[in-house]
């Protein structure tokens, strides 16, 4: 998509699957957080706010945020609560600033809740936006959803040092692609380093999973580490990567249920970038040869605990803890793998590969 000019402009169908993963997740985020920080507060960031609206839509990111931060079960803890929305357009930030006035007057918000909108570049705010409001008192939330090219790496590494904070970050890899050898100074800024200038020299099914793989160890590197990579593709087979960063298991655990809620609702198919034999599956019918591969691959180093692979598939897999069970089944049925070791508890139950029988 083109980088629109105007103040609003058509919603496509990434934005909407992302819409639903945001909704979905901030459902859990806000009361969780709400909770747990009663005495340093909680944060949702917004670096590329937008005008809050759609020529085709009226959900946006910041009126998600606004809903859910309004909710009994989150204002009933007292926690301050504060949402920052950062835009760099004059009309859609005043138009934001309007919408949210409109939908949500400052009469009935609750004591706890600071809302701002501030205008002018991500770079340049974010670190005041948020002391501004004490938001680096508590864990934050920082939604980065630029055109693919404009988070700075500067940003993920503060978010990264905060207790208990996540990034949701948009990610392009075509951009760095086709401007390696031209303009550097975005992937500077986007990779901290360098070192992303190399996929010049890669062929080009290299390209992709070289940018992918770098930006995944920064988002580790950065102090973030549980990193869900994967890729979103409309009906019309056209590609976008989304990257969650976070130090929680539960929050992946939530982010993933999401994700699996999402498909087949939004019209998006998600897929593994790096499983390149991986096709993209639609989630009410999934594939789950490449867990099933991935499992017996772990199996062939060493035995493993249902438990273990269970954890496995969590934070190094698109798939969720509760895939792991029907795919083991399947393996033991078709003795690829045999159980070590059995118990009640899935620590107790162990696997490892079956003998291979000549005959």
Known sequence: MAVPTGVLWKRDLHTAAKHTLLRRYVSAWFPIMASQFRDVGITFFDGFAGPGAYTNSSESSPLIAMEHALRGEVTRWGTQTRLVFVEDHRGRAEHLTNLLNARFPPTIRPPGLEVRVRRGKCGDLYGQAIAELGGWEGPVFANLDGWGADTNYEIVQRIGQQQSSEVLVTFEDQFFI??????????????????????????????????????????????????????????????????????????????????????????????????????????????????????????????????????????????????????????????????????????????RLAEQSLF
């Not at 500077?188 to 360098?194: A, K, L, N, T």
């Not at 070192?195 to 080009?204: C, E, I």
């Not at 994967?230 to 976070?246: A, K, Q, R, V």
């Not at 593994?272 to 789950?288: C, E, G």
């Open 178 to 351: 086709r401007f390696a050898n031209g303009e550097q100074e975005a992937g500077e800024r986007v990779f901290g380093r360098s070192n992303w200038r190399r996929v010049d020299r890669l062929n080009t099914a290299g390209k992709k999973p070289f940018l992918l793989g770098l930006y995944h160890q920064g988002l580790h590197t950065a102090g973030f580490p549980h990193v869900l990579t994967f890729e979103m593709i409309d009906e019309g087979g056209h590609s976008l990567h989304l990257f969650f960063g976070t130090t929680s298991d539960v929050a992946v655990r939530k982010f993933k249920d999401g994700l699996w809620e999402v498909d087949g609702v939004s019209g998006q198919r998600f897929r593994d970038p790096r499983d390149p034999d991986q096709m993209s599956f639609d989630i009410l019918r999934p594939d789950f040869t490449p867990l099933a591969n991935g499992i017996v691959e772990l199996l062939g180093g060493r035995e493993h605990s249902m438990a273990e692979l269970c954890k496995h598939a969590l934070l190094e897999t698109i798939y969720k803890e509760t895939h792991v069970k029907p795919v083991v089944d399947s393996l033991l049925e078709q003795r690829r793998v045999e159980l070590a070791r059995t118990g009640r508890s899935y620590e107790d139950r162990v696997l």
